[in-house]
């Protein structure tokens, strides 16, 4: 805070961090941060476990912004309208993700835990398949209705 960050962490930002970025929050420098990006290999990635958090918006003036309602589905349980999480094929066929064909908000509310393996494998997408010729990374979009 205040003087630290122009003294401290700036100089050492700059000195240490090639694929980073030191940033001042709020004025008079009340706040600041040095974000350092890494990028690396990860052996077994289909083995990763990741946790989704989630939520939804509507807009319900038209496009116009005028009126949105938010929920996430990890807070605010039982006020979301029962929202209900499903995977599903292109084929409309449900997945299992992380043990379950429906996630309920109760049962969602601290994160759907799942691996990359189950993911890729609802898209019907396996990392052996010999098409795949991806040695710096994957691209994953995951739509949500």
């Keep these: 805070f205040g ?3 122009a003294l401290q962490v700036a100089p050492w930002c700059a000195k240490n961090v090639s694929k980073g970025s030191y940033l001042v929050q709020g004025s008079f420098n009340n706040a600041c941060s040095c974000t350092i990006s890494r990028e690396f290999m990860v052996k077994n990635t289909e083995q990763q476990q990741i ?3 989630h939520g939804f918006e509507v807009d319900f003036s038209g496009g116009k912004g005028a009126s949105i309602q938010r929920r996430a589905i990890a807070h605010n349980v039982g006020e979301d309208g029962g929202m209900q999480t ?3 094929r292109d ?3 449900r997945c299992h ?3 379950k064909e429906l996630w309920s908000s109760t049962d ?3 994160g759907i835990s799942t ?3 189950e993911l890729l494998g609802c898209a019907d997408v396996h990392l052996d398949a010999p098409h795949h010729h991806r040695t710096t990374g994957l ?3 995951l739509p949500l209705d």
Excluded: M, P, R, S
Aim: aromatic share 8%; with cysteine.
């Design 3 to 5: 003087d630290a960050c």
């Design 51 to 53: 946790t989704l958090f």
């Design 86 to 88: 499903i995977f599903e």
């Design 91 to 93: 084929d409309g066929l």
């Design 97 to 99: 993700i992380g043990g």
């Design 108 to 110: 969602a509310q601290h």
């Design 115 to 117: 691996t990359v393996k």
């Design 139 to 141: 691209g994953l979009n």
